[in-house]
Antibody, heavy 131, light 107 residues
């Protein structure tokens, strides 16, 4: 059973940067695809970035290109998401969400595919950008 | 980018009701669609994947259907613990996108 534990709440001034961490247990970080999703209070879910196992690269949402960087430390099974140039609009709960890099049989296509839905979620990290 | 549109925004229900939530995609997803349940103060929880497979831990009163661009989540015999916001999400192409959510609450 994969568990994902995130770092604690952060308060930052506008213009600063924040780095949120997600520690994976139950499986090593190298065996999961890590994704980052945020949620502004009272609003919906917004995907920011994630690892594509088909191309072996991290994909970023165009909205966050140049402002978000995702890194991984496999020695500690911890992933990081850094967001720079914060504004008040970045105040949100940030989640990490993962799926296992284990192919499963797809009945419809008749082949083995990665389960690209987010099966495991962290508890969320509140990031507040305020002067 | 695939746009996901959910309806209705809010559903006011009574215990024991059968409810249907809709999700429409701007492009065909085949069956690459998931539903998540989010209760207040909690992270989302995977409910349905591949459009119609119920995730571990959810009872049989939850079911998903659809393919292509039209998808449905049905909750039969609604219970108080089912009051939550439900999101659909496509994983057919990049960027991954979510619907805006449907809130299910009691009348």
């Amino acid at each position: 059973q994969v568990q994902v534990v995130q770092s604690g709440p952060e308060v930052k001034k506008p213009g600063a940067s924040v780095k949120v961490s997600c520690k994976v247990s139950g499986n090593p970080l190298s065996e999961v695809s890590m994704h980052w999703v945020r949620q502004v209070s009272g609003q919906g879910l917004e995907w920011m970035a994630g690892f594509d196992p088909e191309s072996d690269v991290t994909i970023y949402a165009q909205k966050f290109q140049g402002r978000v960087t995702v890194t991984e430390d496999t020695s500690t099974d911890t992933a990081y998401m850094e967001l720079i140039s914060l504004t008040s609009e970045d105040t949100a709960v940030y989640y990490c969400a993962v799926f296992l890099l284990q192919r499963v049989y797809d009945k419809i296509w008749g082949d083995w595919r990665f389960p690209k839905y987010f099966e495991y979620w962290g508890q969320g990290t509140q990031v507040t950008a305020s002067s | 980018e695939i746009v996901m549109t959910q309806s209705p925004a809010t559903l006011s229900v009574s215990p024991g009701d059968r409810v249907t939530l809709s999700c429409r995609a701007s492009q065909s997803l085949n069956n690459n669609l998931a539903w998540y349940q989010q209760q207040p103060g909690q992270p989302p929880r995977l409910l349905i994947y591949d459009a119609s497979t119920t995730a571990t831990g959810f009872p049989g009163r939850f079911s998903g259907s659809g393919s292509g661009t039209e998808f449905t989540l049905t909750i039969s015999n609604l219970q108080s613990e089912d009051l939550a916001v439900y999101y659909c999400q496509q994983y057919s192409s990049w960027p991954r996108t979510f619907g805006q959510g449907t809130r299910v609450d009691f009348k």
